[in-house]
Nanobody, 123 residues
Framework: QLQLTETGGGSVQAGDSLTLSCTTSKYTYSTFQMAWFRQVPGKEREGVAMIVTKGGMTYYGDFVEDRFTISLDNAKNTLYLRMNSLKPEDTAMYYC????????????????WGRGTQVTVSS
């Protein structure tokens, strides 16, 4: 069973940057894709960014607007999300996800999930 652990969340001001990390219990290249999702209470979970672990291709949600960068360090078995120019509307619980098969960013049914890390952006 693959376990995912997110760290790096916190409270920041609008315009600040933050980097989230997701460490895995197994080799990251054993998965097909990894991704970051976020969720606000009362709303559906939405895809932020995803990466194909062996090819490196990346995909982002439309709202990212080139502010976020997803990356993978296979040597450290760690997924990252660098977030720049944070806005109050980026406030959410951020989750790491992984799957052994192809998934779309709009599909919330990924196989493995972390417990999340809270990001709060104040104006």
């Amino acid at each position: 069973q693959l376990q995912l652990t997110e760290t790096g969340g916190g409270s920041v001001q609008a315009g600040d940057s933050l980097t989230l990390s997701c460490t895995t219990s197994k080799y990251t290249y054993s998965t097909f894709q990894m991704a970051w999702f976020r969720q606000v209470p009362g709303k559906e979970r939405e895809g932020v960014a995803m990466i194909v672990t062996k090819g490196g291709m990346t995909y982002y949600g439309d709202f990212v607007e080139d502010r976020f960068t997803i990356s993978l360090d296979n040597a450290k078995n760690t997924l990252y999300l660098r977030m720049n120019s944070l806005k109050p509307e980026d406030t959410a619980m951020y989750y790491c996800a992984a799957d052994y098969f192809q998934k779309q960013l709009y599909d919330p049914n990924w196989r493995f999930w972390g417990r999340g890390t809270q990001v709060t952006v104040s104006s």
